[in-house]
């Protein structure tokens, strides 16, 4: 399975601290993507990461590529308690009419005021 | 208008109804997807369209029949559902197929 795994299950931080959130996939991607979901709710795009780049900032967040040892990681630094949601890594697979994007398990992320 | 509606938020039926969900964007994207999402789970695709044809069917039951009237919506009509099918519904668009992808707040169905 494509599917990407991510690690911790869940995390709680103190307001302020950063949290990282790690992704494993398994097969050759074009690209990467990090997803946020409030309880809920519907999912909230947070950054694509191409699989010939290694590193990308969006504001607070900071995502890595190692395509060699097929992961990712998701750095939100001085974190606040609206961060509080499931944090989800996305890869690709298929192309052409067969493109599709495989979410991972997620990270549980609480953060406490 | 960088949105995707999706109605109703909250939906009931029985076994034996019929009913249908819709979903809307207006920004021009020309892939649209349905997933299917249970309670502290991963989102799991069902189908994708792709220019207003349907490109990927997951192996989804033939109890769920997705509809693409026009490039802006995309509905899932549902008949016969069985209870495990209760969960979130989503529905999401994206520019192309490699392209970021925006989500509806779901549907959260239920069936009794």
């Known amino acids: 399975s494509q599917q990407g795994e991510e690690d911790p299950q869940a995390l709680s931080i103190q307001e302020g601290e950063n949290a990282t959130m790690n992704c494993s996939y398994k097969t050759s991607i074009n690209n990467l993507q990090w997803y946020r979901q409030n309880s809920g709710r519907g999912l909230v795009h947070l950054i694509l990461i191409r699989s010939n780049e290694r590193e990308k900032h969006s504001g607070r967040l900071r995502v890595t590529l190692d395509t060699s040892k097929k992961s990712s990681s998701l750095l939100i630094t001085a974190s606040r308690a609206a961060d509080t949601a499931s944090y989800f890594c996305?890869?690709?697979?298929?192309?052409?009419?067969?493109?599709?994007?495989?979410f991972g398990k997620g990270t549980l992320l609480t953060v406490n005021p | 208008d960088t949105e995707v509606t999706q109605t109703p938020k909250h939906l009931v039926m029985g076994m034996t109804n019929k009913k249908s969900l819709k979903c809307e964007q207006h920004?021009?994207?020309?892939?649209m997807y349905w997933y299917k999402q249970k309670a502290k789970k991963p989102p799991e695709l069902m189908f994708v369209y792709s220019y207003e044809k349907l490109s990927i069917n997951e192996s989804v039951p033939s109890r769920f029949s997705p509809e693409c009237p026009n490039s802006s919506l995309l509905n899932l009509h549902l008949h016969a559902l069985q209870p495990e099918d209760s969960a979130l519904y989503l529905c999401a668009s994206s520019l192309r197929d490699l392209d970021e992808q925006y989500f509806g707040p779901g549907t959260r169905l239920t069936v009794t």
């Open positions: 996305a890869t690709d697979a298929g192309g052409g009419s067969n493109y599709k994007l495989t």
């Open positions: 920004m021009g994207h020309r892939a």
